[in-house]
């Protein structure tokens, strides 16, 4: 098991409410990503960072902010919670070995907006 | 589009029998990865074929890089209920992103 945590597991919030997702890791990776899933489908990149206060955008369009203050630590906040940001969210990290990067997830956030 | 394609999507197999996922690709990569994700959880890694191997094998698993092709195969022999997951590959394009398919679900029936 990696040491990547994510919390909260679950979450159900009204609409307009602002949220944040906390990801963390002790592994002292600097590459940390987030990604987007709907139950069955592919996973999506939303937004990654390679290092303290480095962030960037992902391939799928998000209303979501992140940021990177400390290595082990990369929180994603909804301003305004909408329907439509129901999904499951994951959080990873990954280290170089030999040239090529190896992802390690958590467990994600399950997100119900109503 | 998603750089890794799986096929099946989805794949309903007997206890015991071997399962056979397959990826394929789009542009030119460094490596290709298989993850497995049991149901409502995050991804766990499974192996790593860098695009200069053609075979590798950890335990039960065997995976297969055609680079002509663009394809890849995981094969998950002697199959067992706890196999049942999603499987996903992903190919690893420079030095940064790895690009995820759309996985396949596997089921195992006892």
């Known amino acids: 098991e990696a040491d990547i945590y994510q919390t909260p597991r679950y979450l159900v919030i009204g609409t307009g409410k602002k949220i944040t997702l906390e990801c963390s890791q002790t592994m002292g990776h600097d590459k940390m990503y987030w990604y987007q899933q709907d139950p069955g489908m592919e996973l999506h990149l939303i937004h990654y960072s390679y290092g303290v206060n480095s962030t960037e955008k992902g391939d799928l369009s998000s209303e979501s902010t992140v940021s990177r203050i400390r290595t082990e630590h990369f929180p994603l906040t909804l301003e305004s919670a909408r329907p439509s940001h129901t999904s499951q969210y994951l959080c990873?990290?990954?280290?170089?070995?030999?040239?090529?990067?190896?992802?390690?997830f958590g467990p994600g956030t399950r997100l119900t907006v109503l | 589009s998603q750089q890794g394609e799986e096929d099946p999507q989805a794949l309903s197999i007997q206890e015991g029998e071997n399962a056979t996922m397959n990826c394929s690709y789009k542009t030119s990569i460094n490596n290709l990865q298989w993850y497995r994700q049991n149901s409502g959880r995050g991804l766990v890694h499974l192996i790593l074929i860098r695009s200069n191997e053609r075979e590798k094998h950890s335990g039960r698993l065997r995976v297969t890089l055609d680079t002509s092709k663009k394809s890849s195969s995981l094969l998950i022999t002697a199959s067992r209920a706890a196999d049942t997951a999603s499987y996903f590959c992903a190919t690893g394009q420079g030095a940064q992103k790895l690009v995820f398919g759309q996985g396949t679900r596997l089921t195992i029936n006892p």
């Open positions: 990873a990290s990954a280290i170089r070995t030999r040239g090529t990067d190896t992802q390690y």
